[in-house]
């Protein structure tokens, strides 16, 4: 079976220094190569990708961390369970 590889995005470390953003946005779509004096130094990537290559899962605090406040208390609130909270007044 053969492989192909595409060629990856390349930025320069004054690139990288100038505009992290755009190396952000980059790096969501595929894997960014950071190079100093031109050789290769660094690889920024999304977590998702990261994960993937390392077969991480997310963790309970990771999927906590990205929750919304306001979605979890408006499930908490709709499921028919008796608040026993005291009304603010």
């Not at 590889?5 to 190569?33: G, H, I, Q």
């Not at 390392?54 to 709709?78: F, K, M, Q, R, Y």
């Amino acid at each position: 079976m053969t492989t192909i590889r595409r060629a990856m995005k390349l930025l320069t470390s004054r690139e990288f220094n100038r505009d992290v953003s755009l190396a952000k946005r980059e790096a969501a779509v595929e894997p960014v190569l950071i190079t100093d004096r031109g050789q290769p130094t660094h690889v920024l990537m999304s977590i998702a990708e990261y994960r993937r290559l390392t077969g991480e899962a997310e963790n309970i605090v990771d999927l906590l961390a990205s929750a919304d406040p306001l979605e979890l208390d408006a499930h908490d609130a709709s499921d028919g369970a008796w608040d026993h909270r005291e009304p603010l007044r």
